[in-house]
């Protein structure tokens, strides 16, 4: 027998910080994340199929389809497709064709993702997605971590515009494919005990990292679902895949996954990004309407418990340009004035290398917990 997989431990594996909580993961994935920033800039698209290009620039059509919104994909648009398809597809469809604006979508991508780091310890694994971890939060009750979840849905929708899709499950494997298993604007919770009925059903090329190489070579062995896969011996399947993917995959098929988190060692920052009322390079005016965030950013801090050691602002400009400039202090503190005062010096340099600006942000960064006793003096000796 290749793998010792002990099935009682299947649905309470405990979590890492080894207080025998069930783990509860979450996995959220923004819903056709470039093309709903084009809708959330321009609420008209919402109505019309729209695709976002890569041009190549060698002729007007060549490139391919970074992504489509919904209404795209039931003409047989997706990501990866050329765009002379993509334009034959919806040729009688009143579609709409936007080039790709990737700093665009970047500055999205960290405004969520640093308050889902305000929240939860979290592994960002691509632009629009992330694992966080709801077991401290919820100390392993899912309908909790449902409700946290629905609350989080709630929060991205209100403050940016977006819809994404959430799983939960007791660990990364299955979370990520609960993600994935109603879109768009999906809640999918797997409970632990329900973790083997959940994957049976569902086709081996649903598990994370079968592509279609594996999904052939799977196939011609007579494995499609993942009831198969689960059931498949192990010898035989190392044989056909090699040691490392067999393993991985009979245990995944089982429901199980041990890896943790990879989180970046705390929290190692928070920031905030505003859109300024009209583009301005007036830097005091910018501070005015950065001040709140400011405040709410210290007081995030404050909760935290943490010190800091750099600030820095953000500078984005009307052509979405982002540009930074920090400063570094001796010591950490979570001394109000010294966050506010800094902030506004770095910001009169920004904007006076700059010129306008659309919008602006603050971070903090270097982190120390106080609760951290030891980073704390080793900052202080
Ligand atoms: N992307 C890309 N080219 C690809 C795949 C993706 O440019 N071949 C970009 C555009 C997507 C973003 O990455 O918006 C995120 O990719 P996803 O695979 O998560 O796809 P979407 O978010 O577009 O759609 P879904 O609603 O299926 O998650
Ligand atoms: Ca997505
Ligand atoms: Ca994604």
């Known amino acids: 027998m290749l793998f010792n997989l002990s099935k009682t431990s299947l649905n309470y594996t ?34 019309s199929p729209t695709v976002v290009c890569v041009y190549s620039g060698r002729t007007e059509e060549s490139g391919v389809v970074s992504t ?13 497709i050329p765009i002379s398809l993509a334009k034959r597809r919806l040729k009688d469809a009143e579609a709409v064709f936007v080039p790709i604006n990737q700093p665009k979508y970047q500055v999205y991508s960290e405004r969520i993702m640093d308050s889902l780091r305000d929240e939860f310890e979290v592994e ?19 309908a909790k971590a449902q409700e946290l979840a629905s609350e989080l849905k709630r929060r991205i929708l209100l403050e940016e515009g977006l819809t994404c899709s959430i799983g939960i499950g007791p660990n990364k ?3 990520k494919m609960a993600s994935d298993f109603k ?18 059903p569902l086709s081996v090329d649903k598990v994370p990292g079968v592509g279609p190489k594996t999904s052939k070579i799977l196939k011609e062995n007579g494995i499609e679902s993942i009831r198969g896969l689960a059931g498949y011996p192990a010898e035989n399947l190392e ?19 041990d890896e943790p988190l ?21 830097s005091t005016e ?5 001040s709140p965030s400011i405040k709410d950013l210290h007081e995030r801090l404050t909760a935290k418990g943490l010190f800091f050691r750099t600030v820095a602002v953000i500078g984005i400009r009307p052509d979405l340009s982002i540009h930074s400039r920090s400063r570094s202090l001796e010591t950490p503190t979570n001394d109000y004035q010294v966050l506010s005062r800094s902030a506004r010096d770095l910001l009169a340099t920004l904007v006076s290398d700059l010129g306008g600006l659309r919008r602006a942000g603050v971070r903090v960064s270097d982190l120390v917990g106080v609760a951290n006793q030891q980073s704390l003096g080793e900052f202080m000796s």
Do not use: C, M
């Not at 910018?286 to 950065?290: N, V």
């Open 183 to 200: 879109k768009p604007d999906g809640l999918t919770v797997v409970w632990p005990d329900q973790t083997l009925s959940f994957l049976f």
């Open 262 to 282: 990879a989180t970046e060692t705390g929290v190692s920052q928070l920031s905030r990004i505003i859109t300024l009322k009209t583009d301005t390079a007036d």
């Open 173 to 175: 494997v299955v979370a």
């Open 68 to 80: 489509a919104n919904y209404r795209a994909r039931e003409f047989g648009v997706k990501s990866g």
């Open 124 to 142: 960002q694994t691509g632009i629009d997605e992330a694992f966080f971890d709801l077991t401290r939060k919820t100390g392993g009750d899912y």
């Open 239 to 257: 044989r056909i895949l090699g040691r490392k993917l067999a393993i991985y995959l009979h245990k995944a098929a089982n429901g199980q996954d």
């Open 14 to 47: 405990t979590n890492a910080f080894g207080d025998g909580l069930p783990r509860a993961i979450g996995h959220l994935d923004l819903d056709y994340f470039f093309a709903q920033v084009e809708e959330v800039e321009n609420p008209a698209l919402k109505n």
């Open 286 to 290: 910018i501070f005015t309407q950065l």
